[in-house]
DNA sequence: AACTCGGGGTC
DNA sequence: GACCCAGAGTT
């Protein structure tokens, strides 16, 4: 049975409170004041530094960003230099940070920043949320941080954060509770100093109201905390469903010509568009010479040769969003280049026969990667593995 | 409302 | 392993 606790009180209520919102804004003020990180993008108000710093942090923890931010910057000092690169270059650079639609958008939308408006950043909120890749809260962190424009933002942080302070104990995620939380974001600015208390939150958010084990004790807000006075900030707010994680077995191949090996560049539509990869495709492992002789035949259609002595090289795990993916890399060598009717490959793509040095100048997957660097490993340690096969 | 999209950090 | 991360876009 659960001992009796005073019931919470309702968030609207809280929200409704000016005197409440007046203490949050001091208090929250007050804290970042002294406990603000030195991040990179907080150097300077510059927009076009924000939205890429803001992009990168989609979905992407604040320590993996900081290396990427400085090197993009460095390369890229100014939306019209980016406006102007090749999106392999773009990609190059975004290599290791996931999601590569994010730099695809970001590269696209440079160049309608320059085509539209003479290469400045819009301050105008219809133009910034219509920018690929800007959605809501992105255009409200842009817009606030660097011209500190009264928006509002909602992310992972204040999420988490407003969910505690309103004691909101239904699904945050849900579309109710998207509403409140982002009326509360909305309620919660201050008149001035928008920038400001946005990063507050999320600031707090991360450094102390963090999802295990918050930091209540020095939280700046726990007077006005209801959860934390119901210790309830291991319940609220409610765990999200847990994924279902799903199983695959995926072959790649690496087709030797020489001293070039293949490699093809993902098409829109497909995962890693934009990124180069070697032939990869689901595989079952039930049977093993089955197996075999379908990976060659696949490897085959997809680089239009014929092939020989295909054997296992190595393997490798990981994880793509839902799926764990269980790799097996294969290696072959190419005979003969195989005439295939018009339209009987329509998963053909552009594709190039490289040295294993040249991989370093085009965008990888992960695995594309790691590949990439066993290949470029000396050739004993290659031999040890490719060895190790039954003899 | 429920997917998809990546990779790494963290306990 | 499971959970999490300064979300956007599509179905």
Request: hydrophobic share 40%; with cysteine; glycine share 4%.
């Amino acid at each position: 049975m659960p001992r009796n606790r005073p019931p919470l009180p309702d968030p609207v209520s809280l929200l409704e409170s000016p005197p409440w919102r007046k203490k949050v804004r001091q208090k929250l003020l007050r804290w970042y004041a002294g406990a603000a990180r030195d991040l990179p993008w907080r150097k300077s108000r510059n927009p076009y530094h924000i939205w890429v710093s803001e992009v990168m942090l989609q979905q992407t923890q604040v320590a993996t960003v900081i290396p990427y931010f400085a090197r993009f910057i460095d390369q890229f000092p100014t939306i019209d230099s980016l406006a102007v690169a090749d999106e392999e270059q773009v990609l190059r650079l975004w290599e290791g940070l996931g999601y590569y639609r994010r730099a695809r958008q970001l590269h696209r939308a440079a160049r309608e920043i320059v085509a539209t408006h003479q290469g400045q950043f819009p301050s105008n909120p219809t133009h910034v949320e219509r920018l690929p890749g800007i959605g809501r809260y992105t255009a409200g962190a842009i817009l606030s941080i660097a011209f500190d424009a009264r928006r509002p933002i909602l992310e992972a942080n204040t999420i988490r954060l407003f969910s505690r302070l309103l004691a909101y104990d239904g699904d945050p995620r849900s579309a109710h509770g998207q509403e409140l939380l982002w009326r509360a974001a909305e309620i919660l600015l201050p008149r001035r100093e928008i920038g400001q208390f946005n990063q507050a939150i999320m600031e707090l958010g991360s450094l102390v109201c963090t999802p295990r084990q918050p930091a209540c004790g020095t939280c700046p807000l726990r007077s006005l905390c209801p959860t934390f006075a119901a210790n309830l900030q291991d319940e609220i707010p409610k765990a999200a469903r847990r994924v279902q994680y799903e199983e695959i077995h995926e072959a790649a191949v690496v087709i030797w010509r020489g001293r070039k090996v293949w490699l093809r560049r993902c098409v829109e539509g497909e995962r890693w568009a934009g990124l180069w990869d070697f032939p990869r495709f689901p595989c079952q492992t039930s049977d093993k010479e089955a197996d075999a002789y379908l990976v060659q035949e696949k490897a085959e259609r997809q680089s239009q040769s014929r092939l020989g002595n295909l054997r296992q090289w190595t393997q490798m795990k990981h994880g793509v969003t839902r799926f764990r993916i269980q790799l097996t890399v294969f290696q072959a060598d190419f005979l003969q280049e195989s005439s295939i009717a018009e339209g009987t490959n329509p998963t053909a793509s552009e594709s190039r026969w490289i040295t294993v040095s040249q991989l370093n100048e085009l965008p990888l997957s992960a695995t594309g990667r790691k590949i990439a660097q066993q290949l470029s490993k000396p050739p004993v340690a290659q031999r040890k593995n490719t060895s190790a096969r039954k003899s």
